[in-house]
């Protein structure tokens, strides 16, 4: 058991690697391979502790950003909660693989612990998916096909054929053809999908993305909230001078990041006028992402769409506030555990529906589909404003309170597994960075480091077309998780039927080893 539970971790460890900042993506291949091997034959209970250890491998260096400035205890509560699905599935690959590894099936468990961990409790928090480490990966191609879940599903079938292949080179048994089968299947289906084709083209405009930059990384960014208003107005006013020097291309649409106006410009005239000055001064429509002081006694996370002449024409609230960094459920029960939920001072209210903004460009009218910093890695939230007709996605963040950790980059390689799982170009414009513009094929253009201030500037396709992923919706995920199921409740009820028949029996020594092993060589067929 020592050398599973080191497998396990080192599983995990596997898992974290091939997410950015290292970005080692063929590692989350051998992360699912270990694990599938690990818990094979052992007990439903080894297979949860075998699964927490897996868990705690990736979760705990992968979401080491949470705890940059509010400690270790929230870090820690977040790594173990979020592994504790991860214990959940070992569990179920033990009970459905008594005798070896089952490819298929770990696939549509992985699938199905990902779906349970991005949807509970408290909406769930689906960071660090499978998926969201394959954006240099040729499997990332099938983000069209099938979505994110359809990429975590092939890269966890990759994974169950690897631990095959080793458990037979680990017995010797490559002297047959039909030996080679899982690294040939492995071999097709990365081929497949590296030749598989994503969209690319589509009516060009030009975008402008403003990185204003905060005074100081951290917690306390807000306190200087006028300074990084000033930091963006005075980025555009910038970026306006280039264009009328002829030094920069004029943009027809200008995005600025999530919460460059915390200081409510309904509310706060010089708030209003700095921002009316600086939209018209660029001249083309600006998407401003605000904290508003509304519905009282709570704040809502907003992006405001100002027009030239027009000032505010739509706006759009953030649906999913993050449990625990913009809204305290249940606050009294979990300050016993930790004072620093009241950093949180006001709750966020969540938003009703998705928006598609019509900005009436220079170019023509343009539907902008806006996302809210952590909603991009929530499949719907983004499938949702591309099913209403965006013609372009514009996910807007704060990165300031991670400071100089991985948080950024694993969050731009999600917009770029959205990119090319909607085929729509991405505005990925973040307060602090990174930032870039990403086209629909996952390249990022004019991509900028962090705590620099930069105005980014390019053509986007836009797009009107949908992909398959846009079309099946969430077929594909629920039926994976529907064959895991059912096979989990098959390999439960079969293990069952054979302790029965065992106690029944009362048999020998000899005859109880024969007859456990022609049960769990019949839980093999039947599944």
């Not at 027009?310 to 706006?315: K, L």
Request: proline share 7%.
């Amino acid at each position: 058991m020592l050398r599973r539970s080191l497998i396990a971790v080192a599983s995990g460890l596997c898992l974290w690697l091939a997410l950015p900042t290292i970005d080692l993506w063929p590692l989350a291949f051998v992360g699912v391979a270990g694990m599938a091997w690990a818990t094979v034959g052992v007990s439903a209970r080894a297979g949860l502790g075998l699964g927490l250890l897996t868990g705690l491998g990736c979760f705990v260096p992968a979401l080491s950003w949470s705890g940059v400035y509010v400690g270790a205890v929230p870090w820690m509560a977040l790594a173990v909660t979020e592994s504790l699905y991860v214990a959940a599935l070992g569990l179920a690959c033990a009970v459905v693989q008594p005798i070896r590894v089952r490819p298929w099936l770990i696939a549509c468990l992985w699938v199905a612990q990902e779906l349970i961990r991005g949807t509970v409790p408290f909406g769930g928090f689906p960071w660090a998916r499978i998926a969201f480490s394959q954006a240099d990966s040729p499997l990332v191609h099938l983000a069209s096909v099938a979505g994110a879940p359809g990429v975590t599903f092939a890269v966890a079938l990759v994974g169950g054929w690897l631990a095959v292949a080793a458990e037979r080179a680990r017995v010797r048994d490559f002297g047959r053809l039909p030996a080679l089968r899982p690294l040939v299947a492995s071999a097709g289906v990365l081929l497949l999908a590296a030749l598989w084709p994503v969209a690319t083209g589509g009516r060009a405009v030009t975008v402008a993305g403003i990185q204003g930059n905060v005074p100081q990384s951290g917690l306390d960014f807000n306190a200087q909230r006028r300074a990084v208003l000033d930091n963006h107005v005075r980025t555009t006013n910038r970026l306006a001078a280039d264009v009328r020097a002829g030094r920069t291309p004029a943009p027809d649409l200008v995005v600025w990041p999530e919460n460059s106006s915390d200081i409510d410009p309904l509310r706060n005239a010089d708030a209003a006028t700095e921002i009316t000055e600086a939209v018209s001064a660029i001249g083309v429509p600006v998407m401003v992402g605000a904290v508003l002081q509304e519905p009282s006694p709570r704040v809502s996370n907003a992006t405001l769409l100002y027009v030239p002449g027009r000032g505010i024409v739509d706006r759009y609230v953030k649906q999913h506030p993050v449990p625990f960094a913009e809204y305290i459920p249940y606050r009294s029960f979990f300050r016993t555990f930790s004072t620093k939920v009241d950093l949180v001072t006001k709750d966020f209210a969540p938003g009703k529906e998705p928006s598609v903004f019509a900005a009436p460009t220079p170019s023509g009218t343009v539907k902008v589909g806006p996302v809210i910093c952590f909603e991009v890695a929530y499949d719907d939230l983004t499938r949702e404003p591309v099913r209403r007709g965006a013609q372009l996605l514009a996910v807007q963040t704060n990165n300031a309170t991670f400071g100089r950790t991985a948080e950024s980059e694993q969050q731009l390689a999600i917009s770029r597994l959205r990119a090319i799982e909607h085929g729509r170009s991405i505005v990925h414009i973040s307060t602090v960075g990174v930032s870039a513009l990403i086209t629909p094929d996952g390249t990022t253009h004019d991509q900028s480091s962090l705590f620099t201030q930069k105005a980014l500037v390019g053509e986007l396709p836009l797009r009107t077309a949908t992909t398959w992923a846009d079309r099946v919706g969430r077929i594909p995920e629920l039926l994976a998780t529907l064959v895991g199921a059912v096979a989990l409740v098959q390999a439960v009820r079969v293990r069952r039927a054979a302790k029965v028949t065992d106690r029944a029996g009362v048999p020998t020594p000899a005859t109880d080893h024969d007859t456990r092993q022609h049960h769990e060589k019949d839980v093999h067929d039947r599944l």
